[in-house]
């Protein structure tokens, strides 16, 4: 059996988990970190923004302020998520390298599979996500939302037909990274506060809570952060067929992350402005870092 690296990095504030998992990934592609899964959480609560959201269309920056929820724009494209109650997974590992094919789908596919599996064993009745459901979202522009969670993707997983995990993907130079969220709890009410929305509040939460779940909803004994980490890591020993040694991070990666953290992360150019502009020193972190 091939050997994996797992890290376990706790809880991180959002700047410090997106410069992490981007650390990696630009590692990664220069042949300098092995396949890693991380599973980690967040402290405070983050709101993640897609690579190309709008901040200013998607998020009541004052209300995030008022919570103390912290505003992250992600390498990974997608709408906003709010990242709160939840494990959070990251898997970044050479493009093409079985079993995840060559094509952002089949690595969904592959991943999914490892967590379907993992939730199925809390006697949780999951499904996937019709593939007919994404191209109806697809077809029909006008029915998604800034919130990730009201749109399921291909092969994320629902239960009683609501989203319970929301997965982004990154390739390029080499490598990719997918980074997803599984929901221990969600409270809609938090979400309605910072999100902005162009129906009335309560259409949207009603839309909120018709399309979005938790697991500790659907069971009667309550699953707790390192519960679902642990089934979740042997999850993904089974079904990739790999044995996960647990490490940490390199002093490169985290000389990467560092200045990730100074001129990307930490600066709301980036996490405010549409990545549209994106195309100064920011972006191009991997060329400074000896």
């Known amino acids: 059996m091939k050997t994996w690296r797992y890290l376990d990095t706790g809880f991180s504030n959002g700047y410090e988990n997106m410069a992490v998992d981007e650390a990696i990934y630009l590692s990664c592609q220069q042949g300098n970190s092995p396949p890693t899964i991380r599973l980690y959480g ?43 109650q939840e494990l959070t997974y990251s898997l970044i590992c050479p493009e093409g390298m079985p079993p995840f094919g060559t094509t952002v789908l089949e690595a969904y596919k592959v991943i999914g599979e490892c967590l379907l599996h993992a939730l199925k064993g809390f006697h949780l009745d999951v499904q996937w996500v019709p593939y007919r459901d994404k191209y109806v979202c697809l077809r029909h522009p006008h029915t998604r939302n800034v919130n990730c969670f009201s749109s399921p993707s291909w092969y994320e997983i629902t239960i009683e037909g609501k989203k319970v995990c929301g997965s982004a993907q990154k390739r390029g130079g080499g490598a990719f990274l997918q980074h997803g969220s599984i929901l221990l709890e969600h409270d809609e009410e938090i979400l309605a506060d910072v999100l902005c929305f162009k129906k009335g509040r309560e259409d949207f939460l009603s839309e909120l809570r018709s399309t979005t779940t938790s697991i500790n909803r659907h069971l009667k004994v309550k699953v ?16 990739l067929g790999v044995t996960l040694t647990k490490g940490m991070l390199t002093k490169y990666e985290c000389e990467l992350k560092d200045r990730l953290l100074k001129e990307k992360y930490a600066r709301s150019e980036w996490n405010l402005n549409a990545c549209h502009i994106h195309n100064n020193s920011v972006t191009n972190v991997k060329a400074h870092v000896a």
Do not use: M, N
């Not at 609560?45 to 992600?74: H, M, N, T, W």
């Not at 707790?224 to 079904?239: D, I, N, P, T, W």
């Open 42 to 84: 967040w402290t405070p609560p983050a709101l993640s923004l897609g690579y190309f959201q709008k901040a200013g269309e998607s998020v009541d920056l004052s209300a995030c302020a008022q919570r103390g929820i912290d505003v992250v724009r992600r390498l990974s494209g997608g709408r906003a998520v709010l990242h709160d």
């Open 224 to 239: 707790g952060f390192y519960e679902l980490q642990a089934r979740v890591l042997k999850s993904f020993e089974e079904h």
